[in-house]
Each structure stands twice: as C-alpha cells, then as structure tokens.
C-alpha cells in the first residue's frame, strides 16, 4: 500500500447552450436593430413578439448567425442540438418551409423541412449526432460552428368569420329610451347579451334603429367578403303581438319576427350582398357597416319591446403571405466531462460511523420484540495535509462536489472502505506559513456517505 489514495468521479452528461453571437449572413427582417440580437434571449426566457426576425414573401430565404465560445467546458460531445422557437403570425402556414441551419465551419448541413408554423410560438429543432462534415464533434468545432434558420412564406388562402359589436348609434327614426345604461349604444353592445341589466325600448308603434359596428381585423389582406350577418335579441313584455325586423345598413333584410315571445330570443338574417348597393361586399363595405332593427308594436303596448344586443358576424376569405416569425435561436451542446481521478496523501485521520433502522414493536399484554431492518448509512470523515499540486487537487475535489455524482475511493489500508461514496460535504484551510509560496499547504477533511 502506497503513501497515497485514490479518488475518482465519472460525471453525467452537462447542456452547454451556445448563443448567437453576431451577424454572419442575414437576409430576414429584423423587428429592430440587429438580426441576431432578435434572436439571441436566454433559452428559457423567450421575449416572442418584443424582437424577432421575420419574413413573408414566397421567396426562400435564411439567416446565419455566428456563435460565442465555449470557455472551460471539456469532454466528449455527445450531440448538438439546434433550436428555434417559431410562429406563423395570425395566419398558419401550411405549405412554405421551415429549415433548421448548422455548419461547422467548413460543411453546411439543414434540418428537413419542420414546416407547418402553427399560429402559437413552439420550438422547432434538429439535432445533429455527427458535424455535418461527418466527424465526431470537438470543441474547435463548437467554436467554429455557425447556426441559423431558413424559410418561406407563400400565399395562403383561408376562410375567417369575424363578430361586430356596436360601436355608437348612427341613425333612427323615432327616439328609444337607454335602460341600464347612458346610451343606445352601450345597452345593445354586450355579446353575449345581459338580459335585462342593459336594453333600449321605443314608445312609438314602428320605429327602427342603426349603429355603427366594429370593423374587421385591419391586418388581413382580404380577398372577398362571403357575407354579412345581423343578428338582434329581443323580447316583448306584453301579450302577442309585436314584431322585429334586422337591418343592414339601413335596409330590412330576412324575414319578419311576428308575435315575439316574452324570453329574450336571437334573430338573424344575413345579406349576400349589400343591400344599399345591390352588390357584392367589399372591404371598404365592411368599415362603414351598420346593423340596426325595426320595430312594431301594438298602441296599447309600447315601450313592450325590449331590445338587449345588436351584433353580426362577417364571413371572409383572405389570400395573404403570412408573417413567420422566429424570437429564438441557439444551440444545445451536450456532452459528457472526463472522467477525473485525484491522488490524495494519505489521510492521517479517519473515522467511520455507522447507523442501522431498528424498530420495536410492542404487543398487548406488554412484551415487545426489536427487529433489525438492516444498515442505514454508513459515514466515513477523512482528513489530511496535501502539500503538492494542492490547488489543482482541492479544485478537483470541488468540481466532483459539483457534479453531484458518486466517487469511488481506492487504495486505502482498509479495503473495507474502498467503494462508492457521495460527497456530503469538502473543507480544506491554508496552512502555509510562506504567502509567496507558489505550492500551498492544506489541510482538507472530506465527509462521504456510502451510496
């Protein structure tokens, strides 16, 4: 036996995330400043529409980004993985492409095509066992290494029905009271509807009213408008008798409602067209739409109509590149740490303790029985003076206690203790009495528990 002993770790696999680093080749659309500072946010901390790179247009196009550095990192590297997190803006994108980008500094390769882009940020990626050049993946190569992503966003087409609520009162033929609120406008506008907390009723025995309605999403390019639809909910107080009508921009469209019921009830009628014009809708239609209602009543009734919401829906087809937006991009390094052995001096103290699960178990008429459940944990405390390459062993007895792993002891005189322990806990103290030494002298105690 020697005047050393050994002891050695095998550390499970570690993540080094790589970042972009600078602008290598870019053709996307930056939101603001530079591309790969849109794309660069810590991995678990996405920002998604406060920066990105962004493209929408037919043509396929890409993004290169250079990389930092690894710093101390060292060992096998198993894999890298390329990762970006991705939307296609409002709109899905079911037929452009969506690559994932990597060269190693001398060969390019892509990941296959992760297109469709769904309309929520996900992350897409690729994860490349070899370098694209084929070899088995070193840290110059990491170093080296270049990510990035490439995309197309070709026209889609794709049917859309949007809701319209009230926005103010535009026109009326006879004056109608506000219930529940201070205007026309802010009774009728609840969808769903409030019942009777908010709604609007005329006195007179025909009457109708119009309002001014929400547009549509400004930021679709739309192709055509199918159809518009009214909608009104109402309800008479009184006996059978009362009627209502929709109106769209301030002609009655569908049928008429007769003898309406005392429970509030959805009427609709929808218009292929613009009934002001007698042709077919349009965009700019659409902004200046209005949807009202007419209403009969009998003259020993009125004011018996109630009307609680007046909304509709519009029904669209848009043909439109889609925006496809890319808020991250880097790169998962993973990769295994040597394996690290220190030689210690021999330790000069050493203790062992053991503990064992006893239990007792008493029974009525007063005996009792002990049961022994084994051994549950053995503690060895060692300590020394190292004296040589002391700064170098002590920084490898912390990395160990970082890793967490188990660590194998070997060749002390009790072969008894020679096996597989956890770290609990690593002190050492600077015994030197020379500052200017260039080798220190420590003192180190090292607390493990038996795995």
């Given at each position: 036996m020697g005047d050393t002993f050994n002891i050695s770790q095998t550390p499970d696999s570690s993540n080094l995330i790589v970042y972009p680093a600078a602008n290598y080749d870019v053709n996307l659309t930056a939101s603001s400043g530079n591309n790969y500072e849109c794309v660069d946010e810590i991995w678990s901390s996405p920002n998604d529409n406060t920066d990105y790179v962004s493209h929408a247009s037919d043509s396929v196009v890409s993004d290169w980004y250079s990389c930092v550095s690894h710093t101390t990192e060292s060992g096998?590297?198993?894999?890298?993985?390329?990762?970006?997190?991705?939307?296609?803006?409002?709109?899905?994108?079911?037929?452009?492409?969506?690559?994932?980008?990597?060269?190693?500094?001398?060969?390019?390769?892509?990941s296959s095509d992760l297109a469709p882009i769904r309309t929520s940020y996900r992350k897409y990626y690729c994860t490349w066992n070899k370098t694209p050049s084929g070899a088995t993946w070193t840290w110059d190569d990491i170093d080296d290494m270049r990510i990035g992503i490439q995309c197309s966003s070709p026209s889609v087409t794709k049917s859309y029905t949007e809701t319209i609520t009230v926005e103010s009162e535009y026109n009326k033929s006879y004056a109608f009271s506000s219930n529940g609120a201070a205007t026309t406008g802010e009774c009728v506008d609840d969808v769903p509807h409030d019942g009777d907390d908010t709604y609007i009723t005329t006195y007179s025995t025909?009457?109708?009213?119009?309002?001014?309605?929400?547009d549509i999403n400004p930021t679709y390019n739309v192709s055509s408008i199918d159809n518009v639809t009214a909608f009104s909910v109402a309800r008479s107080t009184s006996n059978p008798g009362e009627d209502v009508k929709c109106r769209i921009n301030s002609t009655e469209v569908g049928s008429l409602a007769e003898d309406i019921s005392n429970v509030f009830t959805t009427r609709s009628a929808v218009s292929l067209e613009n009934p002001k014009t007698s042709t077919a809708w349009t965009r700019n239609d659409i902004s200046d739409v209005s949807i009202g209602i007419g209403v009969w009543q009998n003259a020993d009734s009125r004011d018996d109509v109630?009307?609680?919401?007046?909304?509709?829906?519009?029904?669209?087809?848009?043909?439109?590149?889609?925006q496809i937006r890319t808020t991250q991009v880097y790169a998962v390094v993973n990769y295994t740490p040597a394996a690290t052995s220190v030689s210690l001096s021999m330790p000069d103290s050493l203790s062992v303790s053991h503990s064992r699960n006893i239990g007792r178990f008493n029974f009525p008429d007063g005996d009792y029985e002990i049961a022994d459940f084994g051994r549950g944990g053995k503690t060895l405390t060692i300590s020394g003076v190292e004296r040589t390459s002391t700064v170098s062993h002590m920084q490898d007895?912390?990395?160990?206690?970082?890793?967490?792993?188990?660590?194998?002891?070997?060749d002390l005189p009790d072969t008894n203790l020679n096996t597989n322990y956890l770290i609990q806990s690593f002190s050492w103290e600077d015994q030197s009495y020379n500052s200017e030494a260039n080798d220190r002298i420590y003192r180190w105690t090292l607390t493990l528990e038996e795995a």
């Amino acid at each position: 036996m020697g005047d050393t002993f050994n002891i050695s770790q095998t550390p499970d696999s570690s993540n080094l995330i790589v970042y972009p680093a600078a602008n290598y080749d870019v053709n996307l659309t930056a939101s603001s400043g530079n591309n790969y500072e849109c794309v660069d946010e810590i991995w678990s901390s996405p920002n998604d529409n406060t920066d990105y790179v962004s493209h929408a247009s037919d043509s396929v196009v890409s993004d290169w980004y250079s990389c930092v550095s690894h710093t101390t990192e060292s060992g096998t590297i198993n894999y890298v993985r390329v990762v970006a997190r991705a939307v296609s803006h409002e709109i899905e994108q079911s037929i452009g492409s969506y690559y994932i980008l990597i060269n190693d500094g001398s060969t390019a390769s892509k990941s296959s095509d992760l297109a469709p882009i769904r309309t929520s940020y996900r992350k897409y990626y690729c994860t490349w066992n070899k370098t694209p050049s084929g070899a088995t993946w070193t840290w110059d190569d990491i170093d080296d290494m270049r990510i990035g992503i490439q995309c197309s966003s070709p026209s889609v087409t794709k049917s859309y029905t949007e809701t319209i609520t009230v926005e103010s009162e535009y026109n009326k033929s006879y004056a109608f009271s506000s219930n529940g609120a201070a205007t026309t406008g802010e009774c009728v506008d609840d969808v769903p509807h409030d019942g009777d907390d908010t709604y609007i009723t005329t006195y007179s025995t025909a009457a109708y009213i119009d309002f001014n309605m929400t547009d549509i999403n400004p930021t679709y390019n739309v192709s055509s408008i199918d159809n518009v639809t009214a909608f009104s909910v109402a309800r008479s107080t009184s006996n059978p008798g009362e009627d209502v009508k929709c109106r769209i921009n301030s002609t009655e469209v569908g049928s008429l409602a007769e003898d309406i019921s005392n429970v509030f009830t959805t009427r609709s009628a929808v218009s292929l067209e613009n009934p002001k014009t007698s042709t077919a809708w349009t965009r700019n239609d659409i902004s200046d739409v209005s949807i009202g209602i007419g209403v009969w009543q009998n003259a020993d009734s009125r004011d018996d109509v109630r009307i609680t919401s007046i909304y509709g829906t519009v029904d669209y087809t848009i043909f439109d590149n889609p925006q496809i937006r890319t808020t991250q991009v880097y790169a998962v390094v993973n990769y295994t740490p040597a394996a690290t052995s220190v030689s210690l001096s021999m330790p000069d103290s050493l203790s062992v303790s053991h503990s064992r699960n006893i239990g007792r178990f008493n029974f009525p008429d007063g005996d009792y029985e002990i049961a022994d459940f084994g051994r549950g944990g053995k503690t060895l405390t060692i300590s020394g003076v190292e004296r040589t390459s002391t700064v170098s062993h002590m920084q490898d007895i912390k990395d160990m206690c970082h890793y967490g792993n188990e660590v194998t002891i070997s060749d002390l005189p009790d072969t008894n203790l020679n096996t597989n322990y956890l770290i609990q806990s690593f002190s050492w103290e600077d015994q030197s009495y020379n500052s200017e030494a260039n080798d220190r002298i420590y003192r180190w105690t090292l607390t493990l528990e038996e795995a």
